[in-house]
């Protein structure tokens, strides 16, 4: 039955609709006063340390956690998720 599943899964046309993952990296809580005062160069504090573990979502359904990275090579500079815990997607994380 999972075989039949996994087979139907990979030649659904669904399967080739990209979806938009959220990464969460931290929050922040100014006051009302800190966040009118935010200007070019402000700093916002967040919740975070650099070596936490980021939070990535569909909606709102967490579906793995992973550590960020810097690309090598061509991509030089932009930033990339290294998956450490995936979620069984029918259950949760």
Do not use: C, W
């Amino acid at each position: 039955m999972a075989d039949d599943t996994q087979n139907a899964a990979q030649t659904s046309p669904f399967t080739q609709v990209p979806i938009e993952i959220m990464i969460s990296v931290g929050k922040a809580r100014p006051t009302v006063h800190e966040l009118l005062r935010l200007k070019n160069d402000s700093i916002l504090q967040l919740d975070k340390k650099l070596e936490d573990p980021v939070e990535l979502y569909v909606g709102d359904k967490l579906i793995a956690r992973g550590e960020l990275e810097e690309v090598g090579g061509e991509g030089s500079g932009q930033l990339a998720v290294r998956l450490t815990e995936v979620a069984d997607l029918s259950t949760g994380l």
